[in-house]
Nanobody, 114 residues
């Protein structure tokens, strides 16, 4: 399974970005997909995840601002990020779990200027 993330960029505080992550290869219908982020000098942290049944979870720091969704016809997961803050600056990675395996995308940089 390969994951291709896109959509990062530079945005001013208060702005929005939408990240996308497309999965390809041997896709299983039962799976979980999510987004992590890693800021300089910090550990990678879970931002949000979504199951194939649509159950979602969010880090407290992004609740009410970020929305995760998925389009299984396109094997894609999205992260709509609104009201962005400078502290959201990080490399964002998508991740997929299916069966007993985990897969990571290459990361996309999000930079929020104040």
């Amino acid at each position: 399974v390969q994951l291709q993330a896109s959509g990062g960029g530079l945005v001013q505080a208060g702005g929005s970005l939408r990240l996308s992550c497309v999965a390809s290869g041997r896709i299983f219908s039962i799976n979980w997909m999510g987004w992590y982020r890693q800021a300089p000098g910090k550990q990678r942290e879970l931002v949000s995840g979504i199951t194939n049944t649509g159950s979602t979870n969010y880090a407290d720091s992004v609740k009410g601002r970020f929305i995760i969704s998925r389009d299984d016809a396109k094997n894609t997961v999205y992260l709509q990020m609104n009201s962005l803050k400078p502290e959201d600056t990080a490399i964002y990675y998508c991740k997929r779990r299916q069966a007993r395996d985990e897969y990571w995308g290459q990361g996309t940089q999000v930079t929020v200027s104040s």
